[in-house]
């Protein structure tokens, strides 16, 4: 690889002392395609060394740090736009793994780095950027940045950059990319058609790469459908999963629909006993979210509580299991979800509470199951396919409450602690 696709040594030494041996499916297909110059789409599930796959043409492709170089450049030659700020620093620590041994700028787009880049002779040191893209286009719109040097420019996590939410943003970056020779890799674990649409357009020439089935997740994650009745059941029943004599492996990840019921339901459990529970959301300022992170990788978090918002790319490393305790908004949201475990060849463990108010959106999910291998029982593939104004509503409208049990009090971290020691019966006795 290191010959035939002109990837510098120091770059491949890093790569096996980072524990790497043989390629993926994904960076088996996408390192030639992007090494021959060609503008890619790839599709990919999560876990499959994604991020490596655009990792090594880019090192290729800028061939040596700025710092080397006698002419003089203007802006970073490396771009890489994440939807998260926590996507985006662990695309930033695993893009240092691999420029260790020579004098790579790497950049994480901050406040503080986009105040210091305001230099146009420190910009044109910079090797690679990684951001996300509102800060990216606020630096940009005050003339504070510039993207026409940008040789290789990567869309990480595509689906989600393609939302409402950042799609005049992505579409704003990838037009000041004017550089006649500017390379672009999108990347994703799904896809939906328009925004498919939407990533060809911006492409030229490009080669479509889909690796195992779309909109699939990994065979290796074990996944069920578990009916729980109420959405008030949900709760004794997360409780009881817990609490079991049988235990279960830590850590895994608790999925809810909304930042409130994500720090209710941490406050439930608390209150239950459950040990070592943390909330991580977007709600929380970066201190909290960096510290929390910061935990969850030490392995002092066994049992972390989000939104969607993690479920783009992070990877924990070793997550033992996810647990859907809200109904995913998507059939897109479910697979970045389950993602999170069973990542590398490793096993996982995927499971998914459904109410009677599910029910409607339940043979959605159930052909994910099926496409991946799993057992699925027949009356759920005989239910009558959701329409598309079903399929819009789908997780959204039966989770409006912010709490998580019958009387759902949302109390501190601190407090629910305090109260575990006196009302643990409360659970039980309502």
Request: proline content about 5%.
């Amino acid at each position: 690889m290191e010959q035939r696709f002109k990837i510098a040594s120091h770059v491949m030494k890093n790569v096996f002392s980072c524990g790497y041996t043989e390629p993926t499916a994904i960076q088996r297909v996408g390192v030639p395609i992007l090494a021959e110059g060609r503008d890619i789409a790839a599709i990919s599930p999560t876990g499959t060394g994604k991020t490596l796959a655009y990792l090594l043409p880019l090192f290729s492709r800028l061939e040596s740090p700025a710092a080397k170089s006698k002419i003089p450049e203007q802006g970073a030659r490396g771009l890489i736009i994440a939807p998260t700020r926590e996507l985006a620093a662990q695309i930033y620590n695993e893009t240092l793994k691999l420029a260790q041994g020579r004098k790579w700028r790497v950049v994480l787009f901050s406040k503080a780095t986009a105040s210091t880049l305001k230099d146009l002779a420190v910009q044109s040191k910079v090797d690679i950027i990684i951001s996300t893209p509102l800060r990216l286009v606020a630096s940009i719109q005050s003339g504070e940045l510039v993207l026409n040097n940008v040789q290789f420019l990567v869309l990480d996590e595509a689906d989600r950059l393609l939302d409402t939410e950042f799609v005049d943003q992505i579409e704003e970056i990838v037009g000041l990319c004017t550089n006649p020779q500017c390379q672009k890799a999108v990347f994703s674990a799904t896809l939906p058609a328009k925004a498919e649409q939407t990533v060809l357009a911006m492409l030229k020439e490009p080669i479509r790469v889909v690796v195992g089935l779309k909109d699939t997740p990994l065979p290796n994650i074990a996944q069920s459908l578990v009916y729980v009745a109420q959405p008030e059941s949900k709760l004794p029943t997360l409780i009881q999963y817990l609490t079991s004599p049988t235990g279960y492996t830590p850590p895994i990840i608790v999925f809810t629909s909304t930042q409130a019921r994500a720090t209710s339901l941490l406050s439930e459990l608390l209150i239950a006993g459950v040990k070592n529970a943390e909330v991580l959301h977007a709600g929380m300022t970066r201190h909290e979210r960096d510290q929390c992170v910061k935990r969850m990788l030490q392995g002092e978090v066994w049992v972390l509580i989000t939104t969607d918002v993690l479920a783009r790319g992070m990877d924990f490393g070793g997550v033992h299991g996810v647990i859907n305790f809200d109904w995913p908004e998507s059939v897109q949201s479910y697979v970045h979800r389950i993602g999170r475990t069973g990542r590398a060849g490793r096993q996982g463990t995927a499971i998914t509470y459904f109410t009677d108010e599910d029910a409607p959106y339940l043979k959605s999910i159930a052909n994910v199951l099926l496409q991946s291998g799993q057992t699925v029982p027949e009356w759920m593939i005989k239910l009558q396919k959701p329409s598309r104004l079903k399929r819009k509503q789908m997780g959204k409208a039966q989770h409006q409450d912010t709490t998580v049990g019958h009387k759902g009090e949302n109390v501190g971290r601190a407090l629910a602690i305090k109260k575990k020691c006196v009302t643990s019966f409360r659970l039980w006795s309502r």
